[in-house]
């Protein structure tokens, strides 16, 4: 899509249009086409595409309105087009093997394309037309050759039409919108990439922008493009941009500096990390009678409910002093004076407590244990603010040891402890060593998850 490391073999196309336009002379206008018209839509042409490269050999026409230009170097060897100048419901891109394309296809330009003898393709949820490109084994859409541009590709009689950006919202994008031209308000870059350049010189580069809600979308930058060096702008405002997609990744890349207006004053900071003592471990269980219904159960004691943002549940797995396994509670949030269930076997758990769990994660996650290993749960700043065991002691015959059976923490304990307090908590496993019960429990006459008891 952006600039490669080397160049087509044609700079500049002569056209059988017979002139271009350019900044520097008053050219006569271009030779155009009449009387070719579109026989097919966008949405026909896509549905030709059955899985594999299709050589389309139907005298089938679309035609569009260009929006893209690598007049700024910041797109190369591409068309983007749209069906329509405004409210636009597809677009389409097609690979052509020219520079300076703007010459000959400014934005706003209405072009009509015969689609015989074009190839069409699929790649990473993205339809594309052009020529073909054989590389690694395989073949996919590559770049028109230059001579057979103007066999394909033709300009309307019609004056260049000014292209209404679509408005959308970061968090609504519409697939349809991909390869159109589309504007997103209140927008700006994030604070981590303040006082970057837009691209890292002769490379394609990402950058991050994010709404006043922190939705973020990717901004694509050519490390060719005139304006690659420029300092990111600080602001808040506008961009426009066309809309590209990479499977469920999306991006906007700008045609010039001009798509963008970012002199509004940055959103106000919003704080969603936070920090609590009224969150702690309420009961971690291991049946006896059966793995699969093993669970972790966190408790809110505040009458609160609590985002549980960036907050995480380390497992250090017996005697281990390194993390061996976590679980990020990021999503969810636990409502006040309730708990927050956490299974490695959803559907096992349903099936023996009768209920989907909160959380369903993976095995050897901490949720996992087998009554031997040790927990912390920590908050997004970094601080451990409840523990279950000894950090570096392996829990066999120890007092946190809930191996076949469970850790009940003591229902007048209303605030977590960063410290491992053996008299906080009633444990069940099979061996009843260092003050434990030695009676294994079982699934699920012996368990109560999702109530503190």
Known sequence: ?????????LAILVFCYSCVKSNDFDAPALNCVEGLEANVTFEQVKALYLGELLQIQE???IEGYVVSSDSAGNFFSVLHFQDRPTNPSEGFQIEIDLRQSYLLFEP??????????????KSKDVFKLGGTFAGFGS??????????????IFLACEDVTDITSTP?????????LVNTLVSFENIQVIDDELGESFAIALEETERTLVDCSENELMLLNSGFSD????ILPEGNGSITGVLLRENDDYFIAIRDLNDIDFLLERCEEIITEFTSTSIFFSELADPNNN???????????????????KWTIRRYTNANSEISSTIDLSGFIIEGESTLVISPNSEEFELIYGFVPDLTVGTNSPADSNGDDNLELVDPFGTVIDVFGIIGEDGSNTNHEFEDGKAVRISNINQANSNYTFSEWIIFNDSGNSGTVNLPQNAPEDFTPGIRD
């Open 168 to 176: 959308i919202e970061i968090a609504n994008i519409n697939p349809s």
């Open 108 to 121: 706003g330009s209405k072009i009509v394309i015969k689609l015989k003898g074009l190839y069409l393709g």
């Open 139 to 152: 073949v996919s859409v590559g770049r028109l050759p230059a001579l057979q541009i103007p066999e394909h």
């Open 59 to 61: 005298d089938l026409v």
């Open 227 to 230: 304006f690659q060096d420029v």
């Open 1 to 9: 899509m952006f600039r490669n490391f080397y160049l087509p073999l």
């Open 291 to 309: 793995a699969g219904a093993r669970f972790i159960e966190l408790y809110n004691a505040s009458s609160q409910a609590f985002d549980l943002n």
